[in-house]
């Protein structure tokens, strides 16, 4: 099974600021990867299809990068909508295996 | 617009069967696979497999073959996804989710349901 290794698992920020959260691969996925928000007691939503494409109705504060093995996800001036939990998942081999989550909280 | 409504939560005994509906609508049903992913308490998100209501094709995770149907019914717009031999580590909300389309077979899961809890207890 391919691994998806995010980090970090947790970080803490302010309204505002900049973040980047990585995603690694175990092999190389080309660009087969989403990446999710989800709230508490919500379903997750889609941020990324594709590594870097941005669906319609997600703000442009949102952007992804990376191919092969390494992704990111960054979130230009944070708002307090988006204190939650995020994952990436490769969409390459079954199974579509998710990332562990990466938490971020309000400093 | 896009609507999946699942079922409601479920209480089952382990070794017991659970059937986990998803009732879709606002787009052509046979047009888009159908996901499963699943959340245990507290923890992230495990993907279960898709069903194309097109053709009934199905792709399950590795470890829940031999456990897991997915089928669906056009007649309704309806998906479902049954598990057999519960154990108490199959407590968890269960997601139906559709593909948000236009990026082949990435999959990117757009519309989601909104999730239903099946508790395994003795």
Same mark, same amino acid.
């Not at chain 1, 092969?68 to 996800?73: E, I, K, R, Y």
């Not at chain 2, 069903?51 to 149907?69: E, F, M």
């Given at each position: 099974?391919?691994?998806?290794?995010?980090?970090?698992?947790?970080?803490?920020?302010? &309204?505002?600021?900049?973040?980047?959260?990585?995603?690694?691969?175990?092999?190389?996925?080309?660009?087969? &990867?989403?990446?999710?928000?989800?709230?508490?007691?919500?379903?997750?939503?889609?941020?990324?299809?594709?590594?870097?494409?941005?669906?319609?109705? &997600?703000?442009?504060?949102?952007?992804?990068?990376?191919?092969?093995?390494?992704?990111?996800?960054?979130?230009?001036?944070?708002?307090?909508?988006?204190?939650?939990?995020?994952?990436?998942?490769?969409?390459?081999?079954?199974?579509?295996?998710?990332?562990?989550?990466?938490? &971020?909280?309000?400093? | 617009?896009?609507?999946?409504?699942? @079922?409601?939560?479920?209480?089952?005994?382990?070794?017991?069967?659970?059937?986990?509906?998803?009732?879709? @609508?606002?787009?052509?049903?046979? @047009?888009?696979?159908?996901?499963?992913?699943?959340?245990?308490?507290?923890?992230?998100?495990?993907?279960?497999?898709?069903?194309?209501?097109? !053709?009934?094709?199905? +792709?399950?995770?590795?470890?829940?073959?031999?456990?897991?149907?997915?089928?669906?019914?056009?007649?309704? !717009?309806?998906?479902?996804?049954?598990?057999?031999?519960?154990?108490? +580590?199959?407590?968890?909300? %269960?997601?139906?989710?559709?593909?948000?389309? +236009?990026?082949? !077979?990435? !999959?990117?899961?757009? %519309?989601?349901?909104?999730?239903?809890?099946?508790?395994?207890?003795?």
């Amino acid at each position: 099974d391919i691994q998806m290794t995010q980090s970090p698992s947790s970080l803490s920020a302010s &309204v505002g600021d900049r973040i980047t959260i990585t995603c690694r691969a175990s092999q190389s996925i080309s660009i087969s &990867v989403n990446w999710y928000q989800q709230r508490p007691g919500k379903p997750p939503k889609l941020l990324i299809a594709a590594a870097s494409f941005l669906p319609s109705g &997600v703000p442009s504060r949102f952007s992804g990068s990376g191919s092969g093995t390494d992704f990111s996800l960054t979130i230009d001036s944070l708002q307090p909508d988006d204190f939650a939990t995020y994952y990436c998942q490769q969409s390459s081999n079954n199974p579509y295996t998710f990332g562990q989550g990466t938490r &971020v909280e309000i400093k | 617009q896009v609507q999946l409504v699942q @079922s409601g939560g479920d209480v089952k005994k382990p070794g017991a069967s659970v059937k986990v509906s998803c009732k879709a @609508s606002g787009y052509t049903f046979s @047009s888009y696979d159908i996901t499963w992913v699943r959340q245990a308490p507290g923890q992230g998100l495990e993907w279960m497999g898709w069903i194309s209501p097109h !053709n009934g094709k199905t +792709d399950y995770a590795r470890q829940l073959q031999g456990r897991v149907t997915m089928s669906t019914d056009t007649a309704t !717009n309806t998906a479902y996804l049954e598990l057999r031999g519960l154990r108490s +580590d199959d407590t968890a909300v %269960y997601y139906c989710a559709r593909d948000l389309g +236009d990026y082949g !077979n990435l !999959n990117p899961l757009g %519309y989601w349901g909104q999730g239903t809890l099946v508790t395994v207890s003795s």
